[in-house]
């Protein structure tokens, strides 16, 4: 995860530099470099999936029965569908007990 953090934090720099280090931008550049690094990154999965299946070596005699609901539980995503994001959010904040002033 630090990896990719890194890589997202990099990618966000070169876009800032990129569109000539604007002031105020810097969510954007990181929503954007992290968009790019996803992509990438299931790109590069998908390709080692197909390679996988490709590199496989059949056996002449065995052939595997097929599922009936195979074609069920290998469903795609609806065209435009995201994906859930890989981090977790920041737990909310408590509620300072009651008498205690914060300045």
């Known amino acids: 995860m630090a990896a990719n953090e890194d890589r997202i934090r990099q990618r966000a720099y ?6 000539g ?3 105020g931008n810097d969510l954007k550049h ?3 470099a992290f968009q790019e ?6 790109a590069a999965s998908a390709k080692a999936s197909r390679t996988k299946k490709a590199a496989a070596p059949k056996s002449a005699g065995a052939a595997k029965p097929k599922a009936a609901s195979s074609k069920a539980s290998k ?6 569908a995201q994906s859930a994001p890989t981090t977790t959010p920041p737990p909310k904040a408590s509620k300072p007990t009651r008498g205690v002033t914060t300045h």
């Open 14 to 19: 070169q876009i800032w530099e990129q569109e």
């Open 21 to 23: 280090r604007p002031h």
């Open 30 to 32: 990181w929503m954007q």
């Open 37 to 42: 690094i996803a992509e990438s990154a299931d």
């Open 75 to 80: 469903s795609k995503p609806a065209a435009g």
